[in-house]
């Protein structure tokens, strides 16, 4: 399971990467948001992979980490999941908007020329 959740962070954050290095703005926010999901991953996979675990504490249960799941990196990715949201419609705004002003949609604002 673990490899499975490595092997998928590598792919999500290389591909975000080579979106990220691409002229088109369009692909340069979709490169940003498949980072942000690989880091995600990351932070979700720090609270143990476990299996059934109590995810909150239980009567008859001592309070501890062996018995219970973590839940700060649950909350962590709840909150960065809504951020990533909030900053990638903006994002698509000021693309918009750029692209109104600009008749281009490249990051630098200028066509190649073959």
């Known amino acids: 399971m673990e ?3 490595a092997i ?8 975000g990467v080579w979106l990220l290095l691409r002229p088109r703005t369009f692909q340069v926010i979709m490169g940003l948001s498949l980072i942000s999901y690989a880091v ?3 932070i979700f996979s720090m609270g143990r992979l476990t ?3 109590e995810p909150v504490v239980k009567l008859g249960l001592e309070a501890t980490l062996a018995n219970h799941d973590d839940p700060v990196p649950q909350a962590l ?3 960065a999941i809504v951020i990533g ?3 990638t419609a903006l994002f698509l705004v000021v693309m918009m908007a750029s692209r109104g002003l600009s008749d281009t949609d490249h990051v ?7």
Do not use: Q
């Open 3 to 5: 490899l499975i959740l």
């Open 8 to 15: 998928a962070i590598a792919v999500l954050t290389a591909s």
């Open 40 to 42: 995600n991953l990351f």
């Open 51 to 53: 299996i059934d675990r």
């Open 77 to 79: 990715v709840r909150t």
């Open 85 to 87: 949201f909030a900053m």
């Open 108 to 114: 630098d604002g200028k066509e190649a020329r073959p």
